[in-house]
């Protein structure tokens, strides 16, 4: 269970559809396959995500952190020194997907060395998690098109709508073109990603008070920290910390300043490790919780959702893990499906996928 080698391999696979909202704009998935191999001769795998706009990485300074930094503190360490892994990666600030890879990695490796899943060593809940679907901006004909598209598909009937563009009538009008074209059945809620005003939102949500939306993310910016005090304690509808809120301590911060009253979880950012922690911490606080999508490749979504689905509290609302499907094509031997509107785990040890050779070769950027 000795950890021999850490390989940070760069990728890069073109979306079929970028996907646009208010901090950003993907079209390509640059991401960085990360491999964790021990002296058994077992590989476990993960993925980083660089979101500079969120957090600052980049697909270099992830592959250099990895290599300068991180690898050569944790090889040596056993699969089971999580702790260790923790404190030391912690040492050096940010870098939230690169040791979250990481992370994930080690648990996969662990999973196939004691011939388990992963969602059964992390909890075990349940076997998969109903999908929510992320619409990035588009006009309003378009969007209701692809949702239209995603539920009649792949059976999903619940809608995160990016929103956060001026004037705010933009979004009001593609929320509420949404709401009539898919009717009172599907669950429909927004994320802001920052891009109002406290008082843009406001007036946004005033707007959208007759369309049932279940929740509203990161509508305006954490550090306004005055008015979006003010913004979440008039709505009516629990407020999701997302970018803003992506440790424990900045849990607890966004959400006892009353800037926030639920959290998303993504994988991506905090692993298998630090996402219990947060689950935990949201747990005692009485959160709830919404599985995020952090734009993630198949293999980012198998881990969101074998984390989802090992806990009650991160699998009872639709967990976003349907962006892949944008993707032009990915790197696991058996493509991820979305079936009735749901995502089930693989069965098998670790995480239950394996990385498809041909695929790799293909699209890696590095040889
Ligand atoms: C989301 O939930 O915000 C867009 C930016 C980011 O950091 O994540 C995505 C989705
Ligand atoms: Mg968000």
Redesign the pocket.
Known sequence: MKITAIDAIPFRIPYVKP?K?A??EVHVADHVLVRVHTDDGVVGVAEAPP?P??YGETQRGIIAVIETIFAPQIVGLSLTDREQMAALMGRTVGNPTAKAAIDMAVWDALGHTLGLPVSELLGGYTDRMRVSH?LGFDQPAAMVEEAERMRDVHGITTF?VKVGRRPVSLDVDVVRALREGLGPDVVLYV?G?RGWTASESARAMRQMGDLDLAFA??LSPADDVLGRRWLVQQLDVPFIA??SATTPAEVTREVLGGSATAV?I?TARTGFTGSQRVLHLAEGLGLEVVM????DGQLGSICAVAFGAAHQRSSLHAG?LSNFLDMSDDLLTEPLRIENGELALRPGSGLGVAIDNDKLRRYRTDI
């Open positions: 996907l909202f901090s950003g979101r706009f969120t992320m995160k994320d990603n993310e990161e997302d970018e998303s993504k995020g999508n952090q734009i976003e």
